[in-house]
């Protein structure tokens, strides 16, 4: 059962350098999502997709990009790494976007830890 | 902007007492919660939600109340036990630009403690 794997779990970037977070799940899930997470301010949510070639922008997208081009894969594109990324990034899917009790839970994956210098 | 807010960044609780985890939020779109918890070096793993058709859920030691003309909800864990130590995220649900679709905001999380 190998849920949500996200790869690498650490990366040390330049700044301007470019790469890419891979998030592969195995659950068929429609819905996947990119979290980051930096001290006090929780986690905000980068970009969603409710499917293969359906994607949408979160509350934080700038310098972020993505594409789903498969229902198993939801890469997170850093195309010029800023040192304001530097944070930990978290994939999360699940079954359907929330609509009912028990039907929304998002499962994460267990994080990739980004430093940019 | 912060939708969903958790203003008590950490708790201490003595091991068999109640714990009580506290979460505003100011937009009234907001039409599903949830709770999610957090050990170090781990993703968050979902505890328990509820929709805003109700106002209490209940699942064994975790309860979580709804109140939306406060737009407040709390979860409460009885009794608190050591491995319940964590941090704890509420989030809500709003209706996203695809249709259909919803996306979730967090709060900030609060540090629970539990005391032996």
């Known amino acids: 059962n190998a849920g949500v794997t996200q790869t690498p779990k650490f990366q040390v970037l330049k700044t301007g350098q470019s790469m890419t977070l891979q998030c592969a799940q195995d659950?068929?899930?429609?819905?996947m999502s990119w979290y980051r997470q930096d001290p006090g301010m929780g986690l905000r949510l980068i970009h969603y997709?409710?499917?293969?070639?359906?994607?949408d922008q979160g509350e934080v997208p700038n310098g972020y990009n993505v594409s789903r081009s498969t229902t198993e894969d939801f890469p997170l594109r850093l195309l010029s790494a800023a040192p304001s990324q530097t944070s930990v990034y978290f994939c999360?899917?699940?079954?359907?976007?929330?609509?009912?009790?028990?039907?929304?839970?998002?499962?994460f994956g267990e994080g990739s830890r980004l430093t940019v210098l | 902007d912060q939708q969903v807010k958790q203003n008590s960044p950490s708790l201490s609780v003595q091991e068999g007492r109640i714990s009580i985890l506290n979460c505003d939020y100011t937009?009234?779109?907001?039409?599903?919660f949830l709770w999610y918890k957090k050990y170090p070096a781990e993703g968050p793993t979902f505890l328990i939600s509820?929709?805003?058709?109700?106002d209490k859920n209940e699942d064994g030691r975790f309860t979580v109340f709804l109140n939306k003309s406060a737009k407040h909800l709390s979860l409460h864990i009885v009794p608190s036990q050591p491995g319940d130590s964590a941090v704890y995220f509420c989030?809500?649900?709003?209706?996203?630009?695809?249709?259909?679709?919803?996306?979730?905001?967090f709060g900030q999380g609060t540090r629970l403690t539990i005391n032996p």
């Open positions: 999360a899917s699940s079954y359907s976007p929330p609509l009912d009790e028990n039907t929304g839970e998002l499962f």
């Open positions: 659950m068929n899930h429609e819905y």
């Open positions: 997709s409710v499917g293969a070639g359906i994607t």
């Open positions: 937009n009234s779109m907001f039409d599903y």
């Open positions: 509820i929709s805003s058709i109700k």
């Open positions: 989030a809500a649900s709003a209706p996203g630009m695809i249709q259909g679709a919803q996306k979730l905001v």
